[in-house]
């Protein structure tokens, strides 16, 4: 949720409250702002003002109900194939590249991975614990070239950018595979 639609969602809110604290005070008889609105005579153009308000009320409604609900479509990477489309899911993806990385090197120790889809294909983040011997730079440039040629190949999934971080040096364990 971005800044513009947390600021949407306050003023939603603060509406909806006092209407509710208004329709409660009419309920009770009091003497409020929904008594004063029903007593005051509109004239065409406030009509008119009134109805665009309005409006803008329900869309600004509808747009916080649309960023609410999570689409399935975008969890995805879509393709076009010859008889129809082809979906491969991001977890898919993500697993693929977790499995590549950790039989790439018994230098690298554990692996984690997060796709992005971009507009000619996707983009890599890879989180990386590796081994006190392993030479980082050229086992990171070696990794993101495997990546790259593997997801082309098996997926034909361009890949834009990988971007490595190494978050731990782990202490050499014999892995179980």
Not at 29 to 49: A, K
Not at 142 to 162: F, H, N, P, R, Y
Request: zero cysteines; proline letters at 3%.
């Amino acid at each position: 949720m971005v800044f513009f639609d947390r600021l949407l969602l306050t003023v939603y809110v603060l509406v909806n409250s006092a209407l509710v604290v208004t329709g409660l005070g009419s309920f009770f008889n009091r003497r409020t702002l929904l008594e004063s609105l029903f007593l005051w005579q509109p004239g065409y153009v406030d009509s008119q003002i009134l109805l665009v308000l309005s409006l803008v009320y329900i869309l600004a409604g509808v747009r916080l109900v649309y960023i609410a609900l999570p689409l399935a479509g975008k969890k995805a990477v879509v393709q076009q194939v010859s008889l129809g489309r082809l979906r491969i899911a991001l977890s898919a993806i993500e697993s693929l590249v977790v499995r590549h990385s950790l039989a790439y090197s018994t230098q690298i120790r554990a692996a984690r991975a997060k796709v992005e889809e971009r507009r000619d294909g996707i983009g890599l983040s890879l989180r990386l614990s590796v081994t006190p011997e392993a030479r980082v730079p050229e086992l990171v440039e070696g990794l993101q070239k495997s990546l790259q040629e593997q997801l082309q190949q098996t997926m034909g999934i361009a890949v834009q950018d990988i971007q490595v971080r190494v978050e731990s040096i782990a202490v050499s364990k014999p892995r179980v595979e």
